[in-house]
């Protein structure tokens, strides 16, 4: 018959190594981690191209030089990752239309500030009680141009602060860092499950209460305990279980839960959108875009709204690589998912004919990440709607007797991302122990009476 742990953790990304972590500093020695993938680390995801290191999930620390000291930001510090500052706001004075030329920076400048105005005004109106009518002034207006709609990707696709208070950036500060190291984003994630995981010299997780492709499919639950069940066969048995899958696999039914889980939590589960996220990684033989100050980030025009519209050349992170990099959201993430990686480069190929004309060279080699295809993740990260109110986040984050919620989109102040994950987890956890510490107290209670 199965052993029966204290606590099985499912998911071994930023947040549930960091949930498991705290469980192990508490002297909850038992747990069982359970992982579908070969590899720890969820969607902070190397990978070598090119001859260098990319990011195929999170490549930014996002919030640093603020009040506060932003977690990962001090885990890189610790681990001296390598890192490079990222301005985005020059992007907008490096705008191509689909002849090639540059839109002059007075044109930029001031559709940037309208689409920005326009996108408050919006929020305002959404936000203003329908009685109030002095608040709900004139309509945004929508943008048309292929200028006006690059622009307004880039604001809410791709998320710039301009247009409401971004938690993160009001607590750890405004600052965004390119993680560019040949080790990975990932090596903090490793150092993390070093500080409680049995690992060899080498830096390999020999500890057996990680178990790596254990797909879970069924949770079994009840007032008295839980039985996980994977793929493989294997059924697992604890007191508790911190659940740590994407709000993208909770919506997928990749597990189900018996007896199921109440309609509230599924429906606040439903409420949640999925964002995708796309990082095209493009290989040349030869550098043919303008690089210097001020030109690391460029934007293509085109009057499909986010058909390959952000730009980044890679000369910044790694100087010689000849790597461009085009960012892709939602349905165009989706249709080029859906695509081979050859119509891919040929459409790329396309639009830098546009911006730079027909003589640069092909691309020698090309990579796709596919976050939406991926059963373990379907999707990038969790995006609440701006109007969604906060209950929605706190039924998802609900615990279900003793199945505890945990993960980015379980983060009040930071869901989507890195810093979000790893704090989430850490809440979870403190939440649990304070629950098992409830339970032993109970019990004790009980026994008295005897
Ligand atoms: P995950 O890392 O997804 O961990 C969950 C784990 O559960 C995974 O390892 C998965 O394999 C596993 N799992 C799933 N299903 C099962 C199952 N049935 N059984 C067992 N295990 C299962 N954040 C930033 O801070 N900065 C950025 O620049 C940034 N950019 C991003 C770009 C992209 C393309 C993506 C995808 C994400 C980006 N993020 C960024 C977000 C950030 O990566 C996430 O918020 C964070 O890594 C999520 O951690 P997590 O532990 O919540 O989830």
Known sequence: SPSRSSVIVIGAGASGLSAAKVLVENGIDDVVILEASNRIGGRVCKENF??????????????????????IWELALKSSLRTCFSDYSTARYNIYDRSGKI???GVAAVSYKKAVDSAIQKLRNQGADAADVSIVSEPPCTPKTPMELAIDFTLHDFEMAEVEPIPTFLDFGEREFLVADERGYECLLYKMAEDFLLTSSEGKILDTRLKLNKVVQEIQHSRTGVTVITEDGYI?????????????????HLISFTPPLPSWKTEAIEKCDVMVYTKI???FPYKFWPCGPGKEFFIYAHETRGYYTFWQNMENAYP???????TITNGESKRIEAQSDEETLSESMEVLRDMFGPDIPDAIDILVPRWWSNRFQRGSYSNYPITSDCQVIQNIKEPIGRIFFTGEHTSERFNGYVHGGYLAGIDTSNTLLE???????????GQSFL
Not at 51 to 69: D, R
Not at 238 to 250: D, E, K, P, Q
Not at 320 to 326: F, K, R
């Open 103 to 105: 839109f002059p920076s």
């Open 320 to 326: 010689g690589s000849n790597i461009l990099v085009v």
């Open 236 to 252: 697992y048995e604890a007191n508790y279980v911190v659940l740590s899958v994407s709000i993208g696999v909770l919506q997928s």
């Open 281 to 283: 990684f493009l290989k």
């Open 50 to 71: 090119g001859g260098v290191s990319v990011e195929l999930g999170a490549g930014w620390i996002v919030g640093v030089g603020g009040k506060e000291q932003n977690p």
């Open 435 to 445: 629950e098992m510490r409830k339970d032993d107290e109970r019990k004790s209670n």
